[in-house]
């Protein structure tokens, strides 16, 4: 097994916002890119610095940036997934920025509070969001998708740029107008570390979103009255989305944005395989007999919450492995002991007795099913199978339809709860009959199943539905 640490890359969502960032910049700087030469050693690569939404900062080079007219620039970034590459790696994601001022955005009909979806002339979708002080309107170009069925995290009519990247192009936006008040063309977050690097950047961020406009600015130059409007585009979206399943998800004409926190982990197999044995061994060190499994990093943290008595070590993210995570614990229960070399001395490793499941309803379901790895290509078939267990268990043919023409889980879902939460008891005691399978009954399994939300519906313990209020306990498998 290779012990090359696998290199970590960044979504489509964070190479829209560094785009969006470069475009702006250079706009408010009157086409000047020196603002982005953040490499001291390479003045000629040009980079940008965002902030993910785990709080990681990170630089992104931009492949081109330029001028289109005296209010509009556009910049591209070559999407770079690191080590764990997909059809989006290498792709070329674009922003094309257009300044607004007030009086202009006064005809537009999507000027309005909070956000919205219109449509122009054109056709071009469009996604509102600002403040009192300013506006920033997203709009997905040629390459991005557009979402025509429920089920996914945007709703239908809207361009397919998920929540978080959302957010993170909406805050390159306010870091721009912000540092475009200082005289030096640079960040104003790595400026005012260069210059204090004492000062701590998450502190400079927070007075940074807390400064309010000078009251003293004209109104010719008082940049937050500006509308900005960002257009995505991708190229060759088009192209590389008849390689994706958006098509079966109903996004249509393109690719999404995506990204949860806009760093991508390396999921290759053996990789991720071996760092769920070395967090296993990691807990059994610290005399755990309890794992808790998960398949990320937000129904860990939901787990976490749940369980608070385990310690931090017991909880793995497992990704898509159901069944090579369940083996790698029954492994390590068999494994010899260890030997401690400095007091030369035999240690025997704690046991692991047993594994607790806690997962979405979506990956909730594939385990079910018994797939070895939940990976999303599933999902056709996944959507067959719940609609018979649906039939089986409520013998409600119009359930059984809708949930066998549902987009995705997350779709089917609000048709099943808490409608039907008889539905979700047999989704949960399969999991603990696959997880006994892949363990060979070697471990004692719960399974603990959450809503979209992250509140708990299902718990093996008990087969407690809650929000039903009560405990379904005379439920037979079909």
Wanted: hydrophobic letters at 40%.
């Amino acid at each position: 097994m290779s012990s090359k640490k696998l290199k970590r890359g960044f979504t489509t969502g964070a190479a829209a916002a560094a785009a969006t960032k470069a475009a702006l910049l250079y706009l408010l700087n009157n086409g000047h890119a020196a603002y982005v030469q953040a490499d001291i050693k390479q003045k000629s690569v040009r980079k940008v610095e965002i902030r993910c939404l785990n709080n990681e900062r990170i630089f992104i080079d931009i492949l081109s940036v330029k001028k289109i007219s005296d209010n509009c620039a556009e910049a591209i970034v070559i999407k770079d997934a690191g080590d764990d590459p997909d059809v989006t790696h290498k792709a070329e994601i674009g922003a094309r920025v257009l300044l607004l001022s007030s009086r202009d955005i006064n005809n537009h009909d999507c000027l309005n509070n909070g956000k919205i979806l219109t449509t122009d002339e054109n056709n071009d979708n469009h996604l509102l969001t600002g403040s009192t002080t300013h506006k920033v309107i997203i709009r997905g170009g040629y390459g991005v998708g557009i979402v025509t069925k429920p089920g996914l995290e945007v709703q239908p009519g809207n361009p397919a740029i998920n929540p978080g990247p959302e957010k993170m192009i909406r805050e390159v936006v306010e870091t721009a107008l912000y540092s475009n008040s200082i005289p030096y063309p640079i960040d104003i977050a790595t400026r005012a570390v260069l210059e204090n690097p004492e000062l701590n950047s998450s502190t400079f961020d927070n007075q940074l979103f807390d400064k309010q406009p000078d009251a003293n600015v004209s109104e010719a130059e008082d940049i937050n009255k500006l509308v900005v409007d960002v257009e995505i585009f991708v190229p060759k979206g088009k192209m590389l989305a008849e390689k994706t399943l958006n098509a079966r998800l109903g996004i249509i004409g393109g690719i999404s944005i995506l990204g949860t926190t806009g760093i991508v982990k390396p999921m290759s197999h053996d990789a991720y395989i071996a760092t769920i044995i070395s967090s296993i061994s990691v807990a059994q060190a610290t005399g755990t007999d309890t794992l808790v499994f998960t398949t990320g990093r937000r129904s860990e943290r939901f787990a976490v919450s749940l369980l608070p008595n385990l310690p931090e070590e017991a909880f793995i993210q497992t990704g898509d492995f159901f069944k090579a995570s369940l083996e790698s614990a029954v492994s390590s229960t068999n494994a010899p002991a260890s030997k401690d070399a400095e007091h030369d001395s035999t240690t025997d490793l704690v046991k692991i007795q047993t594994v607790i499941i806690v997962v979405f309803f979506g990956k909730a379901v594939k385990m079910a099913m018994g797939f070895p790895h939940t990976h999303a290509a599933k999902s056709e078939l996944t959507m067959k199978n719940l609609a018979q267990w649906a039939h089986d268990v409520t013998k409600n043919k119009i359930l059984a339809e809708h949930i066998a023409c549902s987009n995705t889980a997350r779709h089917a879902f609000t048709y099943i709860y808490p409608e039907f939460p008889e539905l979700i008891v047999p989704v949960g005691k399969k999991i603990v009959e696959s997880a006994h399978k892949f363990s060979d009954n070697r471990l004692n399994i719960r399974a603990i199943i959450l809503d979209f939300e992250g509140n708990k519906i299902f718990d093996s313990n008990n087969n407690y539905s809650a929000t039903a209020n009560h405990i379904i306990a005379s439920h037979k498998d079909k």
